[in-house]
């Protein structure tokens, strides 16, 4: 299988109120997505995932500075010319984003949004734009596409607009979706539709996804593979179904013990302090401050990710830890 | 037992300004439950449920449009007057869902919790400065938060602070509108132990508004689910989510996220 | 999570660390201040000492900036006139900023009628054009100080009070307010210990600004013959006394108190937008 996407030694620092010099966001962060797979990044605040989304549609904030290596089938995105570039961003990825009113023009009618990217990059005519929007909203559940594409974006609900952001996203047939936190503002009920839908049209067209959420239970119920992230830096990484169930570092399994849950009342563990940001985290791990099993050598230095048939942990103890940690995250 | 919180027949309508001239939205129709002494009890929906505006309404932020509030066998008054206000104060507290807005950006944590208790308790500094000290040390915060202001905090320290505001007064209930849903999971697991420790130490009662249902297990004793401002099933939170009789009820359990999970398209409920 | 980091991000950019450009600005503020106050004990000459035989004199070693038609020193006039005219736009400032933020407070907390009355009122008074309401107030009233003062304050209540109606506003609908509430404060506290307070910086911002227009239009009066009468100093006087002699050449008068009406106007100006800019939650 060859790599959609292949993110390489990837750090950015930002500059930052209170600093003289720019400050890390990410650090060193390694992740690979194969065509047609779905990886699910999870994190809590400030762990630089929505910064990784940026950096792989090369849309970074002012001042932002770069180094490592991110590439599309192969190819450095950093060395794309402008149009290359532009149709890169347009044409291979679809990107949905969190906060779908944020997103839509307001003035502009449904139709207007859906059909703009793709007849402005002479990818399709506008009629025959037109006809897929509506194709493509009946395969999101909105039968009444003719109509609806003349609709303006707050005659809509959020989780029907959200379906609109997933259609503007697959107009120009995307070979990888870009989704962040795309179920945050939504009810649960409606995301759980929402998700179904997604998956759904995703393998059916055989489409790679990273898939950015702090949802460690949704992010493992669609996606093949999950990278737990945690100060700008990726501490775990492995498939879905084992991470959610068996976590190997001891971040993943204090956020799997300290969500409460659906089913039993039990005291729930905590892990003391806040979530830091990238440039917060010292030489050592990046977990070393809050992690209960840290020993003198977690916080002077940094472990690496150490692979282990198709899971890689970054943690120095994690081979010793295993069976501490199963019991914590099963409690 | 009587109840602690006794809330009939509550309805509130807002206008809107719709197509042809005003229209009426109506938030909450015709609302009934009781909330027990020391109990805890969650309000349970989604967006456009009401639950938000229940919370406001009991917390005195809003009047309704018709039913009664009563408390401890008296009914609330509007909170029009300052002398209501005041003695509501003393009886509910609110913690607000987003810890950014709801605290005075620029007014120091000591001055803050100072200012509540000289107004209902005045004279007497050297009582202020140890209750100060000592609501800080009941929520996880140190001395040295005494001068910080809410600017310098994370989210989490921010709720904490809310909590040990809403506590000062020893109010008899505490109404808290989606208190944890803005925190990171790690942080809000520390709010939700926080919160289950003070209610036994206190036995304070809670008004738990929350959207999430793992969440009120942790915390409630009882819980009221809600719907386009109806109300949908009520009863012991372990008797709603263990066998829920009515189907938006279910609906919900089936949509939470937790391992083996798989989203689907059946679990929403169409208006 | 993430949704909700949007309203801390307005406040990421206030650090700790000072403008220094405000720092500058307001430093040649206080040094303005500073010569209205020690102004007249730094004169050189009697502001008002005609000398018939020393008149109309260029700049020179006696009389750095020259002298008037009556033989004034031009400078001692200029350092005793700063005076007058500070204070006026002074005065009118703390009035207008005491009586706009107060209607603005009010009209935010209260809503509905109070608020659409006021605002309307406001509103007629902000659609006449606002030197021709002082002239007509100035010359209703008379001669004199305190005149312009009462009727510059009457045409700046309306730009106060607008702005800072529309701040007081936001901040009334965060949820603090409601928090405050909730602890069972009084309108009074809410809105004088906790509203005013952060809309603190759009006030300042507001008030400088409109230090700028005051001082041009309190010397504005004068200069039309309201107001402050010969032969006391005032800059917007002097300018006007000027005119005769820039026909003969001589522009010393009308350059030099029109140049200090200018520097201080634009100094005031750019540190109210600075402010507004930079520490404005606009």
Redesign the interface.
């Known amino acids: 299988m060859t790599n959609a996407i292949e993110i390489e030694n990837l750090r950015i620092d930002l500059p930052r109120?209170?600093f003289r010099k720019r400050v890390p966001v990410i650090n060193d962060l390694n992740l690979c997505i194969e065509e047609g797979e779905a990886v699910g990044l999870v994190g809590?605040?400030g762990s630089g995932k929505?910064m990784t989304t940026r950096a792989i549609m090369h849309l970074l904030p002012d001042g932002a500075q770069r180094s490592g290596s991110v590439r599309y089938r192969g190819q450095e995105i950093a060395d794309f010319d402008r149009r290359t570039l532009a149709l890169y961003r347009s044409r291979d990825l679809g990107v949905i984003f969190?906060?779908p009113r944020a997103h839509i023009n307001p003035l502009w009618t449904i139709g207007d949004f859906l059909v703009e990217a793709v007849v402005a990059n002479r990818q399709m005519l506008r009629a025959e734009a037109t006809d897929r929007a509506i194709a493509l909203l009946a395969q999101v559940?909105i039968s009444n596409g003719s109509q609806r594409i003349q609709q303006y974006p707050h005659q809509l609900s959020?989780?029907l607009l959200q379906r609109v952001m997933i259609v503007s996203a697959l107009m120009p047939s995307p070979a990888f979706i870009l989704a962040d936190?795309i179920s945050?503002?939504l009810?649960?009920?409606?995301?759980?539709?929402?998700?179904?839908?997604l998956?759904e049209l995703r393998q059916s067209n055989r489409l790679g996804m990273l898939f950015i959420t702090?949802?460690l239970?949704?992010a493992?119920?669609?996606t093949d593979r999950l990278a737990i992230m945690y100060a700008g830096s990726i501490v775990e990484v492995g498939p879905s179904h084992e991470i959610?169930?068996a976590p190997k570092h001891p971040y993943t399994a204090?956020?799997m013990a300290?969500?409460?849950?659906?089913?039993e009342?039990r005291?729930?563990?905590?892990?003391?302090g806040?979530?830091i940001s990238a440039f917060e985290a010292g030489n050592g791990c990046v977990f070393a401050s809050?992690c209960s099993f840290a020993a003198a050598r977690c916080s002077v230095e940094r472990p690496l990710a150490r692979q282990e048939k198709d899971r890689s942990v970054a943690c120095h103890f994690a081979a010793d830890l295993a069976p501490a940690i199963s019991v914590a995250a099963s409690q | 037992m009587t109840g602690l919180l006794e809330v009939r027949n509550l309805r509130k309508a807002f206008q809107v300004k719709g197509a042809d001239g005003l229209e009426e939205l109506v938030a909450l129709e015709d609302l009934s439950f009781d909330l027990a002494r020391g109990s805890s009890l969650a309000v349970v929906g989604e967006s456009g449920s009401g639950k938000t505006t229940l919370a406001r309404i009991i917390a005195g932020l809003q009047p309704a449009t018709s039913g009664s509030v009563t408390f401890d066998g008296k009914p609330l008054a509007p909170p029009r007057r300052l002398v209501d206000r005041i003695a509501r104060a003393r009886e509910i507290q609110m913690v607000f869902q987003d810890p950014f807005g709801s605290l005075d950006p620029i007014q120091r944590l000591g001055s803050s919790l100072e200012e509540i208790l000289n107004l209902h308790y005045p004279g007497d500094r050297a009582w202020r400065r140890r209750r100060v000290d000592e609501l800080l040390e009941q929520v996880g915060l140190s001395q040295e938060f005494r001068e910080r202001t809410p600017r310098s905090l994370s989210g989490g320290q921010r709720q904490r602070f809310a909590i040990a505001k809403a506590i000062a007064l020893e109010p008899r209930l505490i109404v808290l509108d989606e208190c944890v849903s803005a925190l990171d999971v790690s942080v809000q697991a520390q709010v939700l132990n926080l919160l289950s420790d003070l209610r036994q130490a206190l036995g304070i009662s809670y008004l738990f508004v929350s959207h999430d249902l793992a969440v009120v297990r942790q915390v409630c004793d009882q819980c009221l689910v809600m719907q386009f401002g109806k109300l949908v099933e009520m009863g012991p939170t372990q008797l709603v989510l263990n066998a829920p009789q009515e189907p938006y009820t279910k609906s919900l359990l089936a949509a939470v996220p937790r391992p083996g999970w798989r989203p689907s398209k059946r679990t929403q409920v169409h208006q | 999570m993430t949704a909700f980091i949007s309203p801390a991000d307005r406040q990421a950019p206030r650090s700790g660390s000072a403008d220094p450009l405000v720092l500058l600005l307001a430093a040649i503020c206080l040094t303005i201040f500073l010569i209205a106050i020690v102004g007249p004990y730094l004169a050189p000459y009697s502001p008002e000492d005609a000398d018939i035989l020393s008149a109309g004199l260029g700049p020179s070693g006696a009389h750095w900036l020259g002298t008037d038609a009556l033989g004034r020193d031009i400078l001692s006039r200029l350092l005793v006139g700063a005076r007058l005219s500070i204070a006026g736009a002074s005065l009118i400032v703390a009035l207008s900023t005491l009586f706009g933020v107060s209607i603005a407070l009010a009209c935010a907390w209260r809503g509905g009628i109070l608020d659409s009355i006021m605002m309307s009122a406001l509103n007629i008074v902000f659609a006449i054009p606002g030197l021709l309401i002082a002239v007509i107030l100035s010359a209703l009233m008379g001669a004199g100080f305190w005149p312009p003062v009462i009727a510059l304050t009457v045409v700046y209540v309306p730009f106060i009070a607008r702005v800072i109606r529309s701040a007081a506003l936001r901040e009334r609908r965060r949820a603090y307010v409601d928090a405050c509430q909730i602890a069972g404060f009084s309108s009074w506290r809410i809105n004088l210990r906790h509203i005013a307070p952060n809309i603190g910086s759009i006030i300042l911002a507001q008030a400088t600004i409109t230090f700028g227009a005051a001082l041009m239009d309190f010397g504005a009066i004068s200069f039309l013959g309201l107001g402050i009468q010969p032969p006391q100093a005032e800059w917007g006087l002097m300018v006007a006394e000027g005119r005769s002699e820039l026909l003969e050449g001589s522009y010393q008068l009308s350059m030099s108190a029109g140049l200090m009406i200018i520097i201080t106007v634009i100094v005031f100006n750019v540190l109210g937008e600075r402010i507004s800019d930079r520490y404005g939650r606009a």
């Open positions: 109120s209170g809590e605040s929505s969190q906060d559940g959020g989780g936190e945050t503002a009810d649960v009920t409606v995301q759980s539709e929402v998700m179904a839908i998956s702090h949802d239970d949704l493992a119920a669609v959610s169930t204090a956020l300290s969500r409460p849950s659906l089913t009342v005291r729930l563990q905590t892990v003391p806040r979530p809050r």
